[in-house]
Nanobody, 116 residues
Framework: QVRLVESGGGLVQAGGSLRLSCAAS????????MGWYRQAPGKQRELVSS???????NYADSVKGRFTISRDNAKNTMYLQMNSLKPEDTAVYYC??????????WGQGTQVTVSS
């Protein structure tokens, strides 16, 4: 019954900005971390940013200073604000919630394409 739905992806020019949203529906208990992952063609899926239930935030070195992760508990929504986008940011971005330390929920992914 749990579903994560991403939105906000699209085609943008280098240097532009984009905000991704992840809306969660259904009951999710004992959330450990929430985060954004991405996977580019020919590459493995990588962690972009994460936030723990206690509020601790981590960013991949490649996006530090450009991306900002946030959440709105009242709306059950997580966001990824992406600024100063680069062509190498092009990937499918996935929303993830880890619950109970062993249970992972994933969104369907949203395509982000950054042109030169």
């Amino acid at each position: 019954q749990v579903r994560l739905v991403e939105s906000g992806g699209g085609l943008v020019q280098a240097g532009g900005s984009l905000r991704l949203s992840c809306a969660a529906s259904g009951s999710i208990f004992r959330i450990n971390t929430m985060g954004w992952y991405r996977q580019a063609p020919g590459k493995q899926r990588e962690l972009v940013s994460s936030i723990t239930s206690a509020g601790s935030i981590n960013y991949a070195d490649s996006v530090k200073g450009r991306f900002t992760i946030s959440r709105d508990n009242a709306k059950n929504t997580m966001y990824l604000q992406m600024n100063s986008l680069k062509p190498e940011d092009t990937a499918v971005y996935y929303c993830n919630i880890n619950a109970r330390g062993w249970l992972d929920y994933w969104g369907q992914g949203t395509q982000v394409t950054v042109s030169s």
